[in-house]
């Protein structure tokens, strides 16, 4: 990585920045009842994380042999919305260590997989409204959706930024992976022992990883 400038940051949202994804299966198993399909909040989380609004789709039409009508999308969607506007909050410590990274000069982006309505709602609610500008990018704005390397690759390429000059933070290990294999560093954020142990892999390829939001600033200031 080049000293001569920061590294630019590309921030996964859920999960890296909101803390959003069981509240957002909480939601998935309660709409789901209007379909009859009866799910617990861990089977939710299983068959949904980290899946486009599609994905979810087709997991459920998998799930109950029918595939849910737009009134499931629109209801789903406004449900998610009440929810994260009473209940969602930031990762721990990941605005301290933002606004830090922000401070030292970093250019920062938001790559995400979820709709970006979803997006930018969730970055408002959490604290970080107008944080990323025009750097928001989602998985629509791409020709393939995570794990392929595009929206990594777009926002780099928006922040003017080559691969290796770029630091990608991710809970998901498949994401960390696609970055690695695209010539990002890497950051895998993976908060429990059980979640570490999906991280194998990409540490034994060149990411680091980290149990805590409170060690990013470290981490990023000793990869320059």
Not at 16 to 34: G, K, M, P
Not at 49 to 72: E, N
Not at 79 to 101: N, Y
Not at 102 to 109: E, I, K, L, Q, T
Request: one cysteine or more.
């Amino acid at each position: 990585m080049s000293s001569h400038r920061p590294a630019a940051l590309i921030f996964d949202c859920d999960g890296v920045l909101v803390d959003s994804e069981w509240l957002a299966s909480r939601v998935e198993t309660e709409v789901a009842r209007d379909l009859g399909v009866s799910l617990t909040v861990e089977q939710a989380h299983a068959l949904f994380l980290g899946k486009t609004v599609d994905g979810v789709l087709d997991a459920i039409a998998a799930h109950s042999g029918k595939r849910p009508d737009a009134g499931f999308v629109y209801n789903w969607a406004f449900a998610t919305a009440r929810a994260f506007t009473h209940e969602l909050k930031p990762v721990a410590a990941v605005r301290e260590a933002a606004a830090e990274l922000r401070r030292r000069g970093h250019a920062m982006a938001v790559a995400s997989q979820s709709p970006l309505a979803r997006v930018q709602l969730s970055l408002e609610v959490a604290g970080f409204g107008g944080w990323f500008g025009e750097h928001v990018y989602v998985s629509s704005m791409v020709a393939r959706p995570k794990p392929a390397p595009d929206i990594y690759l777009l926002a780099a390429t928006r922040l003017g930024a080559a691969p290796a000059d770029c630091v990608v933070i991710e809970d998901s290990p498949a994401g960390a992976a696609s970055a690695l294999g695209a010539g990002f560093q890497v950051i895998g954020y993976a908060p429990d022992a059980e979640s570490r142990e999906k991280f194998a892999d990409s540490r034994a390829r060149g990411a680091t990883v980290i149990g805590a939001m409170e060690d990013l600033v470290g981490v990023i200031s000793a990869q320059r």
